[in-house]
């Protein structure tokens, strides 16, 4: 099983970015699918997740700036990031199949390598 991530970049406060999340190996319409972040020398901190049925919930701090999608026909899960902030700026992972609480990154059994976001100011 494999996460990809792609879709990262440097864009200026204000701007946006969409990261793409591709799962192969097996079909992740069953399972939620999440992204965290990682700024360095922080811990990774929740974003926001997909959960089946079909709730998604935002960290409070990008609740209305960001928006995750998913299109299980593809088996993936993608981040629409509007109105960066440098506070933004972290390494963002996709993970997938929750077993736990939703927020902690220890409850999520895949990962994809992560994909690297920088917003200036």
């Known amino acids: 099983v494999q996460l990809q991530a792609s879709g990262g970049g440097s864009v200026q406060a204000g701007g946006s970015l969409k990261l793409s999340c591709a799962a192969s190996?097996?079909?992740?319409?069953?399972?939620?699918l999440a992204w965290f972040r990682q700024a360095p020398g922080q811990e990774r901190e929740f974003v926001a997740v997909?959960?089946?049925?079909?709730?998604?919930t935002y960290a409070n701090s990008v609740k209305g700036r960001f928006t995750l999608s998913r299109d299980n026909a593809k088996n993936a899960v993608y981040l629409q990031m509007d109105s960066l902030k440098p506070e933004d700026t972290a390494v963002y992972y996709c993970?997938?199949?929750?077993?736990?609480?939703?927020?902690?990154?220890?409850?999520?059994?895949?990962w994809g390598q992560g994909t690297q976001v920088t917003v200036s100011s």
């Open positions: 993970a997938g199949d929750l077993r736990g609480n939703y927020y902690r990154a220890s409850s999520y059994t895949y």
């Open positions: 190996g097996r079909s992740f319409s069953a399972y939620a």
């Open positions: 997909a959960r089946i049925p079909g709730s998604t």
